[in-house]
Every structure is written in C-alpha cells, then in structure tokens.
C-alpha cells in the first residue's frame, strides 16, 4: 500500500511485537512505543495451542521451533489434589494428532525476547508511556508522557487490557470483573512435582492451581480464587502473606512452591475481560489483542488469538487499496471470531467454580451452537489463509 509508510504500535508485548514483525514483512517503517523501562524478566507462564502456533509460524517461519526450544512441549496432563498427590493424567499428544501441532508452555518473557529479537532494537523504543492520538486527514500525531511526539500512517492500539487507546477511541471504561484473583510467576526450582512433558492442575474448592514447565528448569505456577474482593494488596509481603493464607490446608509440596517463590516476583491481579465491541477501528486507528477483545483466560486463547489478529492485519493491508478498506477488512475477519471467543471464555471462567457445570455447558453450546469438540476443533484448526510474503517475492 503506497499511502501506509509508517506504523506506530503502541505497547511492545506478544501482540504488539508480533504485529511488528508480520508488517515489516510488507517493508513498512515499523515503531513500537512501549510504557516499560527495560525487558524484564517478568510474567507468567502461557500455554500456546495450536492456532496460535500456526499464526506464529505465518508470521515468522521457523519461529515455533525456537519456541519449542525454549518451553516446553506437553506430553502428558496431570490432575492433583490440593495434597499434591495425582489423581488422573491424560495424554497431551491429542493436540499434535489431532490438530497438527503440539500444546506448548513457555515463559511470557521469553516469548517477548523471541519476538523481539525479529525485530532490529532500534524501532523498539522503551520507555514511551502513550497518553494520547490526534487524528488528521492524512496522519496520525500520537503523545507520549516523556513529552514525545511522533507522527505516523497507521497508529496500532497493542496496549493490553487497559490500553490508552481504546479508551481514547471507544471510551468503554474499566474492564468487568469476572469474580476471581490470580496469584502466577516463573521460578527457577527443584522439585517432584511436575516431570518433563507434564502440565498439572490442582482442583481445590473454588480455588486451583496450574503448573506449568516453561523450559530451562522454570515452572511457572498459576494459583486463582473465586473472590468477592479485587482488592490488590499494599505491597509485596502482602501479596504472598494473602496468598499463603489461603493455601494453609494445602500439602506441603504445593505450599512450599509459594514458599520459595521471592514476594516481588508474585503477580497479583483480577480476572477481568469486556464486553465484544462491534468495532475497533477509527481513520488510521485500530485496536489488535487484548486492547481489542481481552478474555478471561479459561480458554487459553488471549494471546493465541492475538497472533491470528497480528497475522490477518497484515494480510488485510497486503491486499487492500486504502486503509479504510484494510480496516473494515480486518473487522470482518476477526470480531466475528473474537466475540464467540470472547463470550465462551466468560462462561469457561464461572464454570471453574461452580458446583455443577451441566447449565454453564448447556449455555456455551447454545450460545455458539457447537459442543464443546466442535468448538475445540473451530479454535484449533484455524488456519492462515495464504503466505503473507509469497515465496517468491
Ligand atoms: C492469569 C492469566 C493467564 C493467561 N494465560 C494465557 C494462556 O495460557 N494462553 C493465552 O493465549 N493467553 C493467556 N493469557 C492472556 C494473554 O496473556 C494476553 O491475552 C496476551 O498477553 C495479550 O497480549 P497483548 O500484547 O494484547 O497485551 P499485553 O500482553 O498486555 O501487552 C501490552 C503491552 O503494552 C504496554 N503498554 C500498556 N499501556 C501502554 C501505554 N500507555 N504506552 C505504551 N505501552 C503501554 C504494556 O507494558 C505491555 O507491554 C492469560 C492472562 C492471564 C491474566
């Protein structure tokens, strides 16, 4: 497209990164404005399915293998009681056979570093807290709280759940709290826990746990609560204080996890999402991951959809003239798709606490008119439509 030269993508997680990379392909002058003052070692633990991994590997051929490299690939799914002790496990190589690629577990953190590795240093700027957009007839000026301006084509809202840009161009408020706290982090440790290949899932009474090896000898332990209060913790030693509290009739073996786990490297936050939007786009100004469509994360699907919406804006401006084509494009293509999503998360997060689950999947099937295999085989067979750069380009 002649008239797009310049991107601006604001906030440089998996979603602005990986959008990054798939419109460098398209040879536009890509920026990412991120808000943190480094790459820190921060994070939780994520589980890649295969859609997301097809869409990654769209964008950046070969990318999957240094993700399998660096996680972990699932071999087998183990079911604990709060004990410790295991009750059930089921094989996880259904994903490989079934779908064609595996479920991979992987530190947020390293998968950032990949991404951005893609990309050369200089078009990540750190340290660039956006604040704001003016919209002209033929550019974009965009705010940043250091003082900055920039101008550009394009101008990509990648800046997460609370992102300045929606709110800017929708102005739909704070996300909805959907009843539950999570408590997560990465590790390094040594522990019988979880064997190479497994991923656990410790069920109490509204409560669980999921342990997740992210490769290098990390787990990354996940702990969520169905809570009244959203109510964040003063500081750090709170944070793990509150958290042991709750884990008091736990075994040993979990317990010590958080134990060992330093207070500062304790993520505490809300399960929230919103509501689907009919739109995200205004002139030069879209919306892409959880800034467009945040979802509760029951499905596992947040950041794995957030790499189809990386990969299909791109495409939509690969093949349209203008960038109100592109967009409305983009729109058509993804918020069908997020919204199904979107809802069926919210159901999957009340059906984690609840006492029977028969009504909830009753509701999710009506809802999207598909059972719960015929969802899994909708969210995991998706498939990117063509190459983004036609090999030979
Ligand atoms: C408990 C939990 C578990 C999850 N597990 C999974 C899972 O297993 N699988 C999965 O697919 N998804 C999972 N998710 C969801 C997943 O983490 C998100 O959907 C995904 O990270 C979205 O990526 P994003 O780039 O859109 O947003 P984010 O990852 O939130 O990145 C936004 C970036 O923008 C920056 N930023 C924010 N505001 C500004 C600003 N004003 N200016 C500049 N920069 C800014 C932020 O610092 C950040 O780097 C989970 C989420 C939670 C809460």
Not at 61 to 79: H, Q, R, Y
Not at 223 to 233: F, G, H, N
Request: some cysteine; aromatic content about 8%; overall charge negative.
């Amino acid at each position: 497209m002649q008239n797009i030269k310049k991107v601006a993508i604001i906030g440089a997680g998996l979603g602005g990164l990986a959008v990054a990379v798939a419109l460098r392909k398209l040879w536009c002058d890509v920026q990412v404005y991120e808000k943190a003052q480094d790459f820190r070692p921060v994070g939780g633990g994520l589980g890649l399915l295969p859609n997301g991994l097809n869409f990654l590997d769209a964008i950046e051929p070969g990318i999957v293998e240094t993700i399998k490299n660096s996680g972990c690939e699932v071999k087998v799914s183990v079911l604990k009681n709060t004990q410790g002790e295991t009750i059930r496990t089921n094989p996880g190589s259904r994903f490989e056979d079934k779908y064609g690629q595996p479920l991979i577990t992987v530190w947020w953190w390293r998968l950032q570093q990949i991404l951005a590795s893609k990309l050369p240093s200089e078009n990540i700027h750190l340290n660039h807290r956006c604040t704001g957009f003016e919209q002209e007839e033929d550019h974009v000026f965009i705010y940043f709280e250091n003082g900055k301006k920039v101008s550009a084509d394009l101008l990509i809202g990648a800046d997460g759940i609370n992102s300045v840009v929606r709110e800017a161009l929708i102005g739909d408020g704070k996300p909805r709290y959907l009843g539950s706290m999570s408590w997560r982090t990465v590790i390094k440790c040594h522990q019988e826990l979880l064997n190479p290949g497994e991923l656990g899932f410790v069920k109490g009474d509204q409560e669980f746990m999921y342990l997740l090896n992210v490769g290098d000898g990390h787990i990354s332990w996940l702990y969520r609560k169905s809570s009244p209060d959203y109510t964040l913790s003063q500081d750090v030693d709170e944070v793990k204080s509150r958290l042991l509290s709750q884990l008091t009739n736990w075994g040993e073996s979990l317990r010590s996890l958080v134990e060992a786990t330093p207070a500062e490297r304790i993520l505490e936050g809300p399960i929230c999402d919103r509501l689907p939007l009919k739109s995200w786009s205004k002139g030069r100004v879209t919306l892409l991951g959880d800034a467009a469509h945040p979802m509760a994360p029951a499905l596992g699907q947040g950041a794995n959809s957030t790499f189809e919406d990386a990969y299909e804006l791109a495409l939509c401006f690969s093949q349209a003239s203008s960038i109100e084509e592109a967009l409305a494009t983009y729109e058509q293509r993804r918020i069908p798709r997020t919204e199904l999503i979107q809802n069926r998360s919210a159901l999957g997060e009340t059906r984690y606490y609840a006492t029977n689950s028969e009504p909830l999947d009753q509701q999710m099937q009506e809802q999207s008119q598909m059972t719960s295999e015929e969802y899994q085989d909708w969210v995991f067979n998706y498939k990117p439509s063509l190459e983004l750069i036609p090999s030979s380009v």
